[in-house]
């Protein structure tokens, strides 16, 4: 986390992706977990119409299967959400419209629910194309203390001490998790679990489904 005017703002998030359209629905769902821990419950509708919109604008225009990025950060005022991909010569337009996924209408969607903050910014060989949210200045990204984080602390801590091709660093006998080796410490524990249950005949899906009802529940229940 940053801290910047005596709140918390959270570290920018980004997630590498092939863009096809069955990947849609999953960008989405990372999309609305990502901005409830943000507390920006509001604004997942609008933010994930721009994420759909942005991913049919590569799919269609660059191609089924183009490796690309997709970054969110916080500011002050905005959420800024933008997708990278490899071809800086297929540029979006306002009347820009995608039949590949559900929406169907383009960039103009994008233009409408950001009250016309998007635009095309060209890095060597890639292009992005971003657009901003406006956000209320009192948004925080601060989680909530909670037996069940505890308990999460607790996992991550005892997973740091396994041999996984993590960047912990080993001090005495405590261990050291940098932000993104714990994420992918916890991961790890994900994976584990979902083994575990197949094992024993559980169905992984069913159980990852409602675990995120009532991770969404409990969140729910503290905005």
């Known amino acids: 986390m940053i801290y910047a005017s005596d709140r918390v703002v959270p570290e920018p998030w980004r997630h590498d992706f092939a863009a096809h359209p069955r990947e849609v629905a999953q960008l989405r769902r990372m999309v609305r977990l990502r901005l409830i821990l943000w ?71 994008v233009d409408a629910v950001t009250d016309h903050r998007w635009g095309v910014s060209l890095r060597g060989d890639t292009k992005v194309v971003w657009c901003e949210l406006a956000v209320e200045d009192s948004a925080t990204g601060s989680a909530t203390n909670g037996s069940r984080i505890t308990r999460a602390s607790a996992i991550l801590e005892l997973y740091g001490t396994w041999p996984f091709p993590h960047n912990v660093a080993v001090v005495g006998s405590s ?47 503290l905005l």
């Open 39 to 109: 507390g920006l419950h509001d604004h997942v509708d609008a933010a994930q119409i721009c994420v759909s919109e942005l991913v049919a604008n590569v799919i269609q225009h660059v191609g089924e299967g183009t490796p690309a990025t997709l970054r969110m950060e916080l500011n002050r005022s905005h959420l800024h959400v933008e997708v990278e991909d490899p071809d800086p010569r297929a540029l979006p337009t306002l009347l820009a419209a995608s039949t590949v996924l559900e929406s169907g209408r383009g960039m103009a969607l």
């Open 175 to 221: 261990t050291l998790l940098s932000m993104k080796a714990a994420e992918e410490t916890a991961i790890e524990v994900v994976a584990d679990m979902l083994h575990w249950l197949r094992a024993h005949g559980h169905d992984p899906d069913d159980v990852l489904d409602r675990a995120q009802t009532h991770f969404e529940a409990e969140l729910g229940g």
